[in-house]
Protein backbone atom coordinates (compact mmCIF):
# COMPACT_ATOMS: atom_id res chain seq x y z
CA UNK A 1 0.00 0.00 0.00
CA UNK A 2 3.12 2.76 0.27
CA UNK A 3 6.26 2.79 -1.31
CA UNK A 4 9.29 0.27 -0.94
CA UNK A 5 12.04 0.83 1.85
CA UNK A 6 14.62 3.39 0.45
CA UNK A 7 17.28 6.28 1.44
CA UNK A 8 14.77 8.74 0.14
CA UNK A 9 12.88 11.07 2.86
CA UNK A 10 9.60 9.68 3.33
CA UNK A 11 8.65 12.09 6.53
CA UNK A 12 10.14 15.48 8.36
CA UNK A 13 8.51 17.20 10.94
CA UNK A 14 10.66 19.96 12.14
CA UNK A 15 13.85 18.92 11.66
CA UNK A 16 13.61 15.32 12.78
CA UNK A 17 12.51 13.34 9.27
CA UNK A 18 12.76 9.69 8.57
CA UNK A 19 14.04 7.35 5.07
CA UNK A 20 11.40 5.16 3.53
CA UNK A 21 13.85 2.09 4.95
CA UNK A 22 13.95 3.48 8.65
CA UNK A 23 9.75 4.09 8.32
CA UNK A 24 9.66 0.32 7.39
CA UNK A 25 11.58 -0.75 9.80
CA UNK A 26 10.41 1.39 12.64
CA UNK A 27 6.94 0.66 11.77
CA UNK A 28 7.40 -3.28 11.09
CA UNK A 29 9.23 -3.41 14.53
CA UNK A 30 5.62 -2.15 15.74
CA UNK A 31 3.50 -4.12 13.50
CA UNK A 32 5.20 -7.29 14.67
CA UNK A 33 3.66 -6.51 18.15
CA UNK A 34 -0.19 -5.31 16.95
CA UNK A 35 -0.32 -8.13 14.86
CA UNK A 36 -3.70 -10.39 15.89
CA UNK A 37 -5.50 -7.35 17.65
CA UNK A 38 -8.72 -6.09 16.13
CA UNK A 39 -8.24 -2.12 16.27
CA UNK A 40 -5.80 0.41 18.14
CA UNK A 41 -6.06 4.21 18.79
CA UNK A 42 -3.36 6.53 18.15
CA UNK A 43 -2.69 9.99 20.39
CA UNK A 44 -2.24 12.00 16.99
CA UNK A 45 0.02 14.50 18.31
CA UNK A 46 2.09 16.38 15.13
CA UNK A 47 4.99 14.07 15.30
CA UNK A 48 7.14 10.99 13.53
CA UNK A 49 5.90 8.71 15.88
CA UNK A 50 2.05 9.25 14.97
CA UNK A 51 2.52 8.42 11.36
CA UNK A 52 5.04 5.51 12.72
CA UNK A 53 1.78 3.90 14.65
CA UNK A 54 -0.52 4.87 12.21
CA UNK A 55 1.76 2.63 9.54
CA UNK A 56 2.65 -0.49 11.76
CA UNK A 57 -1.78 -0.41 12.24
CA UNK A 58 -1.85 -0.89 8.16
CA UNK A 59 1.66 -2.80 7.74
CA UNK A 60 -0.60 -5.57 10.41
CA UNK A 61 -3.64 -5.23 9.20
CA UNK A 62 -5.43 -3.74 12.27
CA UNK A 63 -7.44 -0.47 12.25
CA UNK A 64 -6.09 2.24 13.37
CA UNK A 65 -8.23 5.39 15.09
CA UNK A 66 -6.72 8.61 15.17
CA UNK A 67 -7.62 10.84 18.26
CA UNK A 68 -7.19 14.21 18.52
CA UNK A 69 -4.70 14.82 21.30
CA UNK A 70 -6.72 17.62 22.57
CA UNK A 71 -9.60 15.95 22.94
CA UNK A 72 -12.10 16.63 25.76
CA UNK A 73 -13.28 14.16 28.15
CA UNK A 74 -16.51 13.47 27.27
CA UNK A 75 -15.64 12.80 23.15
CA UNK A 76 -12.24 10.93 24.58
CA UNK A 77 -15.04 8.81 26.32
CA UNK A 78 -17.19 8.25 23.79
CA UNK A 79 -14.90 7.03 21.21
CA UNK A 80 -12.92 4.52 23.33
CA UNK A 81 -16.54 3.40 24.63
CA UNK A 82 -17.51 3.35 21.08
CA UNK A 83 -14.59 1.69 19.27
CA UNK A 84 -13.09 -0.66 22.07
CA UNK A 85 -9.66 0.07 21.13
CA UNK A 86 -7.02 -2.85 22.33
CA UNK A 87 -3.99 -0.50 22.90
CA UNK A 88 -3.98 3.20 22.81
CA UNK A 89 -0.56 4.54 21.40
CA UNK A 90 0.94 7.66 22.50
CA UNK A 91 4.05 8.43 20.62
CA UNK A 92 5.17 5.17 20.81
CA UNK A 93 9.39 5.33 20.84
CA UNK A 94 10.83 4.13 17.92
CA UNK A 95 12.60 0.70 17.84
CA UNK A 96 13.95 -0.42 14.65
CA UNK A 97 14.58 -4.24 15.04
CA UNK A 98 14.55 -7.42 12.63
CA UNK A 99 11.03 -8.34 11.67
CA UNK A 100 9.02 -11.00 9.63
CA UNK A 101 7.39 -9.20 6.39
CA UNK A 102 3.88 -8.86 6.66
CA UNK A 103 1.17 -10.38 3.62
CA UNK A 104 -0.93 -7.59 2.01
CA UNK A 105 -4.11 -7.61 3.93
CA UNK A 106 -7.24 -8.06 1.87
CA UNK A 107 -8.32 -4.23 0.58
CA UNK A 108 -11.63 -4.00 2.52
CA UNK A 109 -10.18 -4.77 5.68
CA UNK A 110 -10.55 -1.50 7.69
CA UNK A 111 -7.69 0.61 7.78
CA UNK A 112 -9.08 3.87 9.53
CA UNK A 113 -12.00 4.95 11.95
CA UNK A 114 -12.20 8.60 11.58
CA UNK A 115 -14.55 10.22 13.76
CA UNK A 116 -17.27 12.81 12.51
CA UNK A 117 -20.23 15.19 13.86
CA UNK A 118 -23.25 14.51 13.01
CA UNK A 119 -26.47 17.21 13.47
CA UNK A 120 -27.25 15.38 16.62
CA UNK A 121 -25.64 13.28 19.13
CA UNK A 122 -22.34 12.23 19.52
CA UNK A 123 -19.58 11.46 16.68
CA UNK A 124 -20.06 8.54 14.42
CA UNK A 125 -16.62 6.31 13.69
CA UNK A 126 -16.72 6.68 9.74
CA UNK A 127 -14.80 3.03 8.90
CA UNK A 128 -12.31 3.47 5.82
CA UNK A 129 -11.07 0.09 4.16
CA UNK A 130 -7.73 0.06 2.30
CA UNK A 131 -9.37 -0.54 -1.04
CA UNK A 132 -11.25 3.31 -0.45
CA UNK A 133 -7.62 5.16 0.34
CA UNK A 134 -5.42 2.97 -2.36
CA UNK A 135 -8.09 3.81 -5.13
CA UNK A 136 -8.45 7.41 -3.82
CA UNK A 137 -4.48 8.40 -3.62
CA UNK A 138 -4.51 7.22 -6.61
CA UNK A 139 -6.86 8.83 -8.48
CA UNK A 140 -5.58 11.73 -6.84
CA UNK A 141 -1.99 11.35 -8.27
CA UNK A 142 -3.83 11.48 -11.46
CA UNK A 143 -5.65 14.64 -10.84
CA UNK A 144 -2.73 16.67 -9.57
CA UNK A 145 -0.12 14.63 -11.73
CA UNK A 146 1.48 13.60 -8.11
CA UNK A 147 4.66 11.63 -8.45
CA UNK A 148 7.52 10.90 -6.33
CA UNK A 149 9.12 13.73 -7.02
CA UNK A 150 6.89 15.95 -5.16
CA UNK A 151 7.62 16.85 -1.64
CA UNK A 152 3.98 18.24 0.41
CA UNK A 153 4.24 20.75 2.93
CA UNK A 154 0.94 20.96 5.15
CA UNK A 155 0.30 21.70 8.61
CA UNK A 156 -3.00 19.76 9.56
CA UNK A 157 -3.84 17.71 12.22
CA UNK A 158 -3.53 14.01 11.95
CA UNK A 159 -6.84 12.82 12.97
CA UNK A 160 -8.66 13.73 9.54
CA UNK A 161 -8.72 12.50 6.09
CA UNK A 162 -6.85 15.46 4.71
CA UNK A 163 -4.22 15.78 7.14
CA UNK A 164 -3.91 12.04 7.76
CA UNK A 165 -6.02 10.08 4.86
CA UNK A 166 -4.62 12.51 2.17
CA UNK A 167 -1.75 14.32 3.36
CA UNK A 168 0.38 11.92 4.92
CA UNK A 169 -0.12 8.24 3.30
CA UNK A 170 -0.42 10.07 0.10
CA UNK A 171 3.03 10.95 -0.32
CA UNK A 172 3.79 7.59 1.66
CA UNK A 173 2.34 5.76 -1.13
CA UNK A 174 3.64 7.94 -3.88
CA UNK A 175 7.24 7.35 -2.67
CA UNK A 176 7.26 11.19 -2.17
CA UNK A 177 8.10 13.09 1.31
CA UNK A 178 5.79 14.97 3.45
CA UNK A 179 7.31 18.18 5.55
CA UNK A 180 5.05 18.92 8.22
CA UNK A 181 4.67 22.59 9.93
CA UNK A 182 3.82 20.78 13.51
CA UNK A 183 2.14 24.19 13.31
CA UNK A 184 0.42 26.10 10.18
CA UNK A 185 2.47 29.06 9.82
CA UNK A 186 2.15 31.14 6.71
CA UNK A 187 6.12 31.97 6.55
CA UNK A 188 6.99 28.50 7.57
CA UNK A 189 4.89 27.22 4.80
CA UNK A 190 6.96 29.92 2.58
CA UNK A 191 9.99 28.71 3.86
CA UNK A 192 9.42 25.22 2.53
CA UNK A 193 8.08 26.16 -0.66
CA UNK A 194 11.13 28.33 -1.27
CA UNK A 195 13.64 25.29 -0.45
CA UNK A 196 12.40 22.46 -2.68
CA UNK A 197 8.30 21.90 -1.49
CA UNK A 198 6.44 21.27 -4.61
CA UNK A 199 2.91 21.08 -3.34
CA UNK A 200 0.95 22.41 -0.05
CA UNK A 201 -2.67 21.30 1.67
CA UNK A 202 -4.54 23.52 3.69
CA UNK A 203 -7.86 24.47 4.62
CA UNK A 204 -9.64 27.90 3.24
CA UNK A 205 -8.91 29.62 6.11
CA UNK A 206 -5.31 28.98 5.94
CA UNK A 207 -5.03 30.29 2.57
CA UNK A 208 -7.18 33.01 4.10
CA UNK A 209 -3.98 33.69 6.40
CA UNK A 210 -1.73 32.91 3.33
CA UNK A 211 -3.82 36.22 1.21
CA UNK A 212 -3.43 38.60 3.75
CA UNK A 213 0.31 37.85 4.34
CA UNK A 214 1.14 37.42 0.31
CA UNK A 215 -0.49 40.77 -0.49
CA UNK A 216 1.89 42.22 2.62
CA UNK A 217 5.48 40.64 1.57
CA UNK A 218 6.50 39.84 -2.10
CA UNK A 219 8.95 37.23 -0.97
CA UNK A 220 6.38 34.81 0.66
CA UNK A 221 4.29 35.56 -2.68
CA UNK A 222 6.97 34.40 -5.02
CA UNK A 223 7.56 31.59 -2.65
CA UNK A 224 4.11 30.66 -2.95
CA UNK A 225 3.98 31.40 -6.65
CA UNK A 226 6.90 29.07 -7.13
CA UNK A 227 5.10 26.18 -6.12
CA UNK A 228 3.55 23.43 -8.68
CA UNK A 229 0.19 23.22 -7.01
CA UNK A 230 -1.68 24.35 -3.90
CA UNK A 231 -4.47 22.34 -2.86
CA UNK A 232 -7.39 23.33 -0.98
CA UNK A 233 -10.40 21.75 0.33
CA UNK A 234 -12.69 20.87 3.68
CA UNK A 235 -14.29 23.90 3.21
CA UNK A 236 -15.38 26.31 0.50
CA UNK A 237 -12.95 28.57 -0.60
CA UNK A 238 -13.77 31.94 -1.10
CA UNK A 239 -13.61 33.52 -4.69
CA UNK A 240 -12.09 36.44 -2.91
CA UNK A 241 -9.43 34.70 -1.26
CA UNK A 242 -8.77 32.88 -4.39
CA UNK A 243 -8.35 35.96 -6.32
CA UNK A 244 -6.12 37.72 -3.60
CA UNK A 245 -3.61 34.89 -3.77
CA UNK A 246 -3.84 34.10 -7.75
CA UNK A 247 -3.02 38.29 -7.77
CA UNK A 248 -0.45 38.18 -5.70
CA UNK A 249 1.39 35.09 -6.43
CA UNK A 250 0.39 34.50 -10.22
CA UNK A 251 -0.84 30.88 -8.42
CA UNK A 252 -4.56 29.05 -8.55
CA UNK A 253 -4.84 27.25 -5.74
CA UNK A 254 -6.59 24.24 -7.25
CA UNK A 255 -9.80 22.82 -4.70
CA UNK A 256 -11.40 19.57 -4.20
CA UNK A 257 -14.44 18.29 -2.39
CA UNK A 258 -14.35 15.74 0.00
CA UNK A 259 -15.62 14.08 3.11
CA UNK A 260 -14.29 11.35 5.64
CA UNK A 261 -17.41 8.57 4.17
CA UNK A 262 -16.38 9.03 0.97
CA UNK A 263 -12.69 10.64 0.85
CA UNK A 264 -12.13 12.69 -2.04
CA UNK A 265 -15.00 13.18 -4.35
CA UNK A 266 -14.09 15.92 -7.15
CA UNK A 267 -11.21 17.76 -8.04
CA UNK A 268 -10.10 20.92 -10.43
CA UNK A 269 -6.96 18.88 -11.98
CA UNK A 270 -3.51 20.53 -11.93
CA UNK A 271 -3.71 20.84 -15.82
CA UNK A 272 -7.72 22.11 -15.81
CA UNK A 273 -9.19 25.24 -16.00
CA UNK A 274 -8.72 26.53 -12.14
CA UNK A 275 -11.68 28.40 -12.11
CA UNK A 276 -12.82 30.35 -8.53
CA UNK A 277 -15.60 28.97 -6.45
CA UNK A 278 -15.41 25.49 -8.12
CA UNK A 279 -14.41 21.87 -7.42
CA UNK A 280 -14.08 20.70 -10.75
CA UNK A 281 -14.87 17.28 -12.43
CA UNK A 282 -15.45 13.42 -10.45
CA UNK A 283 -11.91 12.15 -9.66
CA UNK A 284 -11.22 8.89 -11.76
CA UNK A 285 -13.43 5.96 -10.72
CA UNK A 286 -16.17 7.93 -8.41
CA UNK A 287 -19.29 8.27 -9.85
CA UNK A 288 -21.17 11.67 -8.83
CA UNK A 289 -24.84 12.95 -9.71
CA UNK A 290 -26.93 16.02 -8.28
CA UNK A 291 -30.73 15.00 -6.99
CA UNK A 292 -34.08 16.09 -5.84
CA UNK A 293 -36.01 15.89 -2.55
CA UNK A 294 -37.67 12.80 -5.02
CA UNK A 295 -34.00 11.26 -5.61
CA UNK A 296 -34.40 12.13 -9.51
CA UNK A 297 -31.26 13.94 -11.39
CA UNK A 298 -31.62 17.72 -12.06
CA UNK A 299 -30.39 19.17 -14.95
CA UNK A 300 -27.36 21.87 -15.46
CA UNK A 301 -27.52 24.73 -13.71
CA UNK A 302 -30.16 23.48 -11.10
CA UNK A 303 -29.20 23.01 -7.64
CA UNK A 304 -29.19 19.26 -6.08
CA UNK A 305 -27.59 17.29 -3.51
CA UNK A 306 -24.48 15.62 -4.11
CA UNK A 307 -24.75 11.61 -4.05
CA UNK A 308 -21.89 9.47 -4.90
CA UNK A 309 -20.69 5.62 -5.81
CA UNK A 310 -17.15 4.22 -6.32
CA UNK A 311 -14.38 2.49 -4.64
CA UNK A 312 -13.78 5.57 -2.53
CA UNK A 313 -16.46 5.13 -0.18
CA UNK A 314 -16.41 3.64 3.38
CA UNK A 315 -17.91 0.51 5.11
CA UNK A 316 -19.94 1.56 7.75
CA UNK A 317 -20.47 3.83 10.69
CA UNK A 318 -19.20 1.85 13.51
CA UNK A 319 -21.83 -0.04 15.46
CA UNK A 320 -24.55 2.36 13.59
CA UNK A 321 -26.22 0.01 11.61
CA UNK A 322 -29.08 2.50 11.50
CA UNK A 323 -27.19 5.62 10.37
CA UNK A 324 -25.16 3.65 8.02
CA UNK A 325 -28.46 2.80 6.14
CA UNK A 326 -30.06 6.16 6.50
CA UNK A 327 -26.61 7.32 4.75
CA UNK A 328 -27.68 5.30 1.31
CA UNK A 329 -30.26 5.37 -1.24
CA UNK A 330 -30.23 2.82 -3.80
CA UNK A 331 -26.47 2.40 -3.14
CA UNK A 332 -25.92 6.04 -3.54
CA UNK A 333 -24.02 7.76 -0.39
CA UNK A 334 -26.07 11.02 0.06
CA UNK A 335 -23.46 13.64 1.13
CA UNK A 336 -25.85 16.23 2.22
CA UNK A 337 -23.79 18.83 0.52
CA UNK A 338 -25.88 21.08 -2.58
CA UNK A 339 -24.38 22.06 -5.67
CA UNK A 340 -24.86 22.89 -8.97
CA UNK A 341 -23.08 21.68 -12.16
CA UNK A 342 -21.76 24.06 -15.09
CA UNK A 343 -22.03 23.12 -18.73
CA UNK A 344 -18.26 21.87 -18.55
CA UNK A 345 -19.51 19.25 -15.94
CA UNK A 346 -17.81 21.25 -13.32
CA UNK A 347 -19.46 21.45 -9.83
CA UNK A 348 -19.71 24.63 -7.70
CA UNK A 349 -21.09 23.69 -4.34
CA UNK A 350 -23.97 26.08 -3.22
CA UNK A 351 -24.42 24.95 0.72
CA UNK A 352 -26.03 21.77 2.58
CA UNK A 353 -28.90 20.29 3.52
CA UNK A 354 -28.69 20.30 7.39
CA UNK A 355 -28.33 23.87 8.91
CA UNK A 356 -27.31 21.92 12.12
CA UNK A 357 -23.51 21.61 10.50
CA UNK A 358 -21.20 24.18 10.96
CA UNK A 359 -17.72 24.05 9.46
CA UNK A 360 -15.18 26.08 11.30
CA UNK A 361 -11.25 26.48 10.36
CA UNK A 362 -12.27 23.41 7.87
CA UNK A 363 -13.58 20.67 11.11
CA UNK A 364 -17.04 20.16 11.06
CA UNK A 365 -19.50 20.39 14.20
CA UNK A 366 -23.11 19.12 14.90
CA UNK A 367 -24.83 22.15 16.59
CA UNK A 368 -26.43 19.54 19.10
CA UNK A 369 -23.44 17.95 20.22
CA UNK A 370 -22.35 21.90 21.66
CA UNK A 371 -26.06 21.84 22.66
CA UNK A 372 -26.03 19.22 24.57
CA UNK A 373 -22.32 19.70 26.72
CA UNK A 374 -23.89 23.48 26.87
CA UNK A 375 -27.03 22.11 28.47
CA UNK A 376 -24.76 20.07 31.57
CA UNK A 377 -23.51 23.64 32.47
CA UNK A 378 -25.61 24.71 35.39
CA UNK A 379 -25.97 28.10 34.56
CA UNK A 380 -27.69 27.37 31.34
CA UNK A 381 -31.35 27.09 31.16
CA UNK A 382 -31.82 26.64 27.34
CA UNK A 383 -29.39 26.85 24.43
CA UNK A 384 -29.55 27.33 20.74
CA UNK A 385 -26.21 26.47 18.58
CA UNK A 386 -26.25 28.18 14.88
CA UNK A 387 -23.02 29.22 12.60
CA UNK A 388 -22.07 32.70 11.71
CA UNK A 389 -19.99 33.74 9.07
CA UNK A 390 -16.61 34.43 9.43
CA UNK A 391 -13.88 36.04 7.19
CA UNK A 392 -10.69 33.68 8.73
CA UNK A 393 -12.48 30.57 9.62
CA UNK A 394 -15.72 30.35 7.38
CA UNK A 395 -18.40 29.90 10.27
CA UNK A 396 -17.79 30.68 13.55
CA UNK A 397 -19.65 28.68 16.18
CA UNK A 398 -22.30 31.29 17.93
CA UNK A 399 -24.25 30.05 21.21
CA UNK A 400 -27.77 31.40 21.91
CA UNK A 401 -28.06 30.95 25.73
CA UNK A 402 -30.89 31.60 28.05
CA UNK A 403 -29.29 31.60 31.55
CA UNK A 404 -30.65 29.89 34.28
CA UNK A 405 -29.94 32.61 36.81
CA UNK A 406 -27.45 35.15 36.82
CA UNK A 407 -25.30 34.83 33.31
CA UNK A 408 -22.01 33.05 33.61
CA UNK A 409 -18.91 34.74 31.66
CA UNK A 410 -18.40 33.78 28.10
CA UNK A 411 -15.47 32.44 28.36
CA UNK A 412 -16.79 30.02 31.56
CA UNK A 413 -18.98 28.08 28.60
CA UNK A 414 -16.42 28.49 25.72
CA UNK A 415 -14.15 26.16 27.96
CA UNK A 416 -16.53 24.04 29.25
CA UNK A 417 -17.29 22.77 25.49
CA UNK A 418 -13.28 22.53 24.85
CA UNK A 419 -12.52 20.62 28.18
CA UNK A 420 -16.41 18.14 27.62
CA UNK A 421 -15.38 18.38 23.75
CA UNK A 422 -12.67 19.52 22.13
CA UNK A 423 -11.15 23.04 21.57
CA UNK A 424 -12.11 23.70 18.05
CA UNK A 425 -15.66 23.13 19.12
CA UNK A 426 -15.77 26.37 21.48
CA UNK A 427 -18.09 28.91 21.14
CA UNK A 428 -16.13 32.14 19.77
CA UNK A 429 -19.48 33.90 20.60
CA UNK A 430 -22.15 33.98 23.52
CA UNK A 431 -25.12 35.50 23.16
CA UNK A 432 -27.25 35.92 26.40
CA UNK A 433 -31.45 36.20 25.31
CA UNK A 434 -34.23 36.13 27.58
CA UNK A 435 -36.14 33.37 25.44
CA UNK A 436 -35.48 31.43 22.04
CA UNK A 437 -37.57 31.79 19.32
CA UNK A 438 -40.01 28.89 18.56
CA UNK A 439 -42.72 27.36 16.92
CA UNK A 440 -45.54 26.31 17.69
CA UNK A 441 -44.33 22.43 18.12
CA UNK A 442 -41.75 24.17 20.30
CA UNK A 443 -39.19 24.00 17.93
CA UNK A 444 -36.48 26.49 18.11
CA UNK A 445 -36.28 28.44 15.06
CA UNK A 446 -32.57 28.89 14.36
CA UNK A 447 -33.12 31.10 10.96
CA UNK A 448 -34.93 33.70 13.40
CA UNK A 449 -31.82 34.17 15.69
CA UNK A 450 -29.53 36.47 13.67
CA UNK A 451 -27.71 39.60 14.34
C1 LIG B 1 -8.14 27.73 22.48
N1 LIG B 1 -7.42 26.65 22.78
C2 LIG B 1 -7.97 26.12 23.87
C3 LIG B 1 -9.09 26.92 24.22
N2 LIG B 1 -9.15 27.90 23.34
N3 LIG B 1 -7.66 25.06 24.60
C4 LIG B 1 -8.41 24.76 25.68
N4 LIG B 1 -9.47 25.47 26.06
C5 LIG B 1 -9.84 26.57 25.38
N5 LIG B 1 -10.89 27.27 25.77
C6 LIG B 1 -6.20 26.23 22.08
C7 LIG B 1 -6.36 25.35 20.90
O1 LIG B 1 -6.43 24.00 21.24
C8 LIG B 1 -5.07 25.64 20.13
O2 LIG B 1 -3.95 25.06 20.75
C9 LIG B 1 -4.96 27.11 20.29
O3 LIG B 1 -5.61 27.38 21.52
C10 LIG B 1 -5.56 27.87 19.15
O4 LIG B 1 -6.81 27.29 18.86
P1 LIG B 1 -7.80 27.91 17.83
O5 LIG B 1 -8.03 29.34 18.18
O6 LIG B 1 -8.98 27.04 17.73
O7 LIG B 1 -6.99 27.84 16.49
P2 LIG B 1 -7.30 28.55 15.17
O8 LIG B 1 -6.29 29.59 14.94
O9 LIG B 1 -8.72 28.99 15.14
O10 LIG B 1 -7.10 27.36 14.15
C11 LIG B 1 -7.21 27.56 12.79
C12 LIG B 1 -6.76 26.32 12.04
C13 LIG B 1 -7.51 25.09 12.58
C14 LIG B 1 -7.05 26.54 10.58
C15 LIG B 1 -5.24 26.12 12.23
O11 LIG B 1 -8.90 25.38 12.53
C16 LIG B 1 -7.21 23.82 11.83
O12 LIG B 1 -6.17 23.21 12.01
N6 LIG B 1 -8.14 23.39 10.94
C17 LIG B 1 -7.99 22.18 10.14
C18 LIG B 1 -9.22 21.32 10.23
C19 LIG B 1 -9.15 20.08 9.35
O13 LIG B 1 -8.08 19.50 9.17
N7 LIG B 1 -10.26 19.66 8.78
C20 LIG B 1 -10.29 18.54 7.89
C21 LIG B 1 -11.49 17.68 8.16
S1 LIG B 1 -11.59 16.39 6.90
P3 LIG B 1 -2.49 25.14 20.17
O14 LIG B 1 -1.72 24.19 21.01
O15 LIG B 1 -2.61 24.71 18.74
O16 LIG B 1 -2.07 26.56 20.31
C22 LIG B 1 -12.67 17.01 5.75
C23 LIG B 1 -12.81 16.27 4.46
C24 LIG B 1 -12.11 17.04 3.41
O17 LIG B 1 -13.20 18.04 5.93
O18 LIG B 1 -12.69 17.34 2.37
O19 LIG B 1 -10.94 17.35 3.64
P1 LIG C 1 -15.92 16.01 7.13
O1 LIG C 1 -17.16 15.30 7.45
O2 LIG C 1 -15.25 16.64 8.29
O3 LIG C 1 -15.06 15.12 6.37
O4 LIG C 1 -16.32 17.21 6.20
C1 LIG C 1 -16.87 16.99 4.93
C2 LIG C 1 -17.61 18.21 4.47
O5 LIG C 1 -16.71 19.27 4.20
C3 LIG C 1 -18.34 18.02 3.18
O6 LIG C 1 -19.56 17.33 3.36
C4 LIG C 1 -18.53 19.45 2.72
O7 LIG C 1 -19.63 20.06 3.37
C5 LIG C 1 -17.26 20.13 3.21
N1 LIG C 1 -16.28 20.31 2.13
C6 LIG C 1 -15.17 19.60 1.86
N2 LIG C 1 -14.51 20.12 0.81
C7 LIG C 1 -15.22 21.19 0.39
C8 LIG C 1 -15.06 22.16 -0.66
N3 LIG C 1 -14.02 22.15 -1.47
N4 LIG C 1 -16.02 23.11 -0.78
C9 LIG C 1 -17.08 23.15 0.04
N5 LIG C 1 -17.27 22.28 1.05
C10 LIG C 1 -16.35 21.31 1.23
Known amino acids: MLAEPSDREALRFGDRSLTYAELHEAAGTLAARLRGKRRVAVWATHTIETCVAVVAGLKAG???????????????????????????????????EDHEDFPE???????????????????????????????NLDALAAAWEWTADDVLVHGLPLFHVHGL????????????????????????????????ATMMFGVPTMYHRVADEVEQDPELAKAFG???????????????????IAKATGQRVVERYGMSETLMNVSVRASGDRRPGTVGLPLDGVQ??????????????????????????????????????EAFRDGWFR????????????????????????????????????????????????????????DDLGERIVAWVVPAGAAPKPEELS?????LLSPHKRPRVVRFVEALPRNEMGKVLKRALGT
Do not use: C, W
Not at 173 to 185: I, K, M
Open 62 to 96: VAVIPLNPKIGERELDHILNDSQPDEILTEPALSF
Open 105 to 135: PDDETPALIIYTSGTTGPPKGVVLPRRALKS
Open 165 to 196: GIGILGPLRRGGTVRHLVRFDVRRAAHELAHG
Open 226 to 244: SARILVSGSAALPATDHER
Open 288 to 325: VRLVDEAGTEVGFDTIGEIEVRGPNLFLEYLNRPDATK
Open 335 to 390: TGDMAVREADGYLRIVGRRATDLIKSGGYKIGAGEIENALLEHPDVAEVAVTGEPD
Open 415 to 419: DHVAK
